[in-house]
């Protein structure tokens, strides 16, 4: 019963019946176009995957994991979370491969079900669930040891032709930050522009369209995030 929300204005199929090989849902089975006897509280909807990225992520490509089970979207446990893991999920969403494997609700803390816990994955598989587990709602965590993922494509994303003329490339560029020195305040503005300059030496002709944002990682390290945009 309109699960995403009751539409407005014409009904256009009604007793859409179909066997799933069709290339288009006009090909399937149905009353007429404008031919219905239902309201528009009766709107379909699809939910295309089972696994989704939520949470205070950067682009649709990084996240908290979430997964779809019994109608509810519930988290994931980070026990036995690594990239492997992240390296499935990555691959199901089709965001290429995994930089980073997050744990301790590093996307924010998730709220409802745990569906999965002890998720043990090869790296190889089609889909999360296919990974061992302990299976749909057994769990000895909560919100605070959510899981997450940082795909590849995680920063690619954004820009449109309508945006800027010509052809652009996305470069992201990742720096594992370390303080040799306990003295240094690595959010020092100072040290953050010496940084900046230095990368910007490196990528060249990409310095006047360099983006620059940081992101802390569980673990206490800094990373540095690059994002570059060449015409």
């Keep these: ?3 995403f929300g009751a539409g407005s204005g014409q009904i256009w199929l009604d007793n859409v019946g179909c066997s799933g090989s069709e290339s288009s849902l006009t090909e399937c089975q ?3 176009w404008g031919t219905n006897t239902c309201a528009h509280d009766q709107d379909a909807g699809v939910i295309c995957t ?6 205070s992520g ?3 490509c990084s996240g908290r994991v979430e997964i779809y089970h019994n109608n509810i979207w519930g988290t994931v446990c980070d026990d036995g979370w690594d990239l492997n893991a992240a390296e499935v999920v990555c691959r199901q969403l089709n965001c290429g491969p995994a ?3 997050p744990q301790n609700a590093s996307f924010g803390e998730g709220t409802g079900e745990i569906w999965l816990d002890e998720v043990t994955c090869s790296g190889s598989e089609d889909f999360l ?9 057994n769990h000895d965590c909560d919100h605070s040891e959510d899981a997450s993922v940082i ?9 449109t032709p309508s945006e800027k003329v010509g ?10 930050l370390a303080a040799v020195d306990s003295s240094v305040d690595m959010k020092d503005p100072a040290v953050m522009e010496s940084i900046m300059n230095s990368i910007k030496n490196e990528l060249g002709s990409t310095a006047d369209d360099l983006k620059m944002s940081w992101w802390k990682r569980p673990e206490k390290k800094d990373i540095k995030k690059q994002e570059a945009c060449t015409p």
């Design 1 to 3: 019963m309109a699960y």
């Design 30 to 32: 149905n009353s007429g």
């Design 50 to 55: 089972d696994i989704r990225l939520a949470g």
């Design 58 to 60: 950067l682009t649709q």
């Design 99 to 101: 930089l980073e494997a």
């Design 129 to 137: 669930t296919d990974c061992p587990n302990s299976g749909f709602g």
């Design 151 to 159: 795909c590849s494509d995680a920063l690619s994303e954004g820009v």
């Design 167 to 176: 052809s652009w490339r996305k470069l992201l560029v990742k720096v594992n």
